[in-house]
């Protein structure tokens, strides 16, 4: 049973459209974050999310949008696709400050 | 702000050899300090960690001293083998603060040689 599940692994799509990104936790944690790690493996934070609410929004375009319809799910939708989006995301979970993150297999997202 | 330095890479080795891999923070606060390893095609996976000053952690062969006076966390292994090929981050937590958001490092692409 995988403790963060994302789904799908791989999503290969054209410019201008919209796709959504699926992340699942089975830990029980209340925090969760979405990540984009580029070509050069750099990990950037993009949303932290705890119990429901939006804590952590850092400067993403607003064509992506999360949004948690519960505790164990933490979704990732991006509207009107750039070839610039193109990386892999992944979701992760955070029992607290000093326990470090558990992290989802990412998906790997490619824009043509 | 918070965060952390790692050395670049790739850095490549032969198997048997021994591993520094270096890392420095900046943190405001008393963070933890983590190690992450990523293997080809998988997400980060949990390697080791600290918590506070003079704390060692180990996992695997690998090991890791939190140095307050030297604000660092290198991460050592004594004999590589080819399977350790990933790359690693090293990553701070700024405690409760952001409720345990992490700052990670670049990443160093390690590659072992038989």
């Known amino acids: 049973d995988t403790a963060v599940s994302q789904t799908p692994k791989y999503l290969v799509t054209q410019m201008g459209n919209d796709k959504s990104i699926k992340c699942e936790q089975n830990?029980?944690?209340?925090?969760m974050y979405w990540y984009k790690q580029d070509s050069k493996k750099f990990l950037k934070i993009m949303f932290s999310?705890?119990?429901?609410?939006?804590?952590i929004n850092e400067t993403v375009p607003n064509r992506f949008s999360p949004k948690s319809p519960d505790k164990a799910h933490l979704n990732l939708h991006i509207n009107s696709l750039e070839l610039g989006d193109s990386a892999v995301y992944f979701c992760a979970t955070a029992e607290g400050a000093n326990y470090g993150y558990t992290f989802g297999s990412g998906t790997r997202l490619t824009v043509v | 702000g918070d965060s952390v330095t790692q050395m670049e890479g790739p850095v490549t080795l032969s198997e048997e050899a021994f591993l520094t891999i270096n890392c420095t923070y900046t943190?405001?606060?008393?963070?933890?300090l983590f190690w992450y390893v990523q293997y080809p095609g998988e997400g980060l996976q949990l390697l080791l960690k600290a918590t506070k000053a003079d704390d060692k952690g180990s996992n695997k062969g690998f090991e890791a001293t939190y140095r307050k006076e030297t604000t660092s966390f290198h991460l050592e292994k004594g004999s590589v083998q080819v399977s350790d090929s990933a790359v690693y981050f090293c990553?701070?937590?700024?405690?409760?603060?952001?409720?345990?958001?992490?700052?990670f490092g670049r990443g160093t692409q390690l590659t072992v040689w038989p």
């Open positions: 943190a405001t606060g008393y963070p933890s």
């Open positions: 990553a701070l937590s700024d405690g409760g603060s952001t409720l345990g958001r992490l700052y």
């Open positions: 999310y705890n119990n429901k609410e939006l804590i």
């Open positions: 830990l029980g944690h209340d925090t």
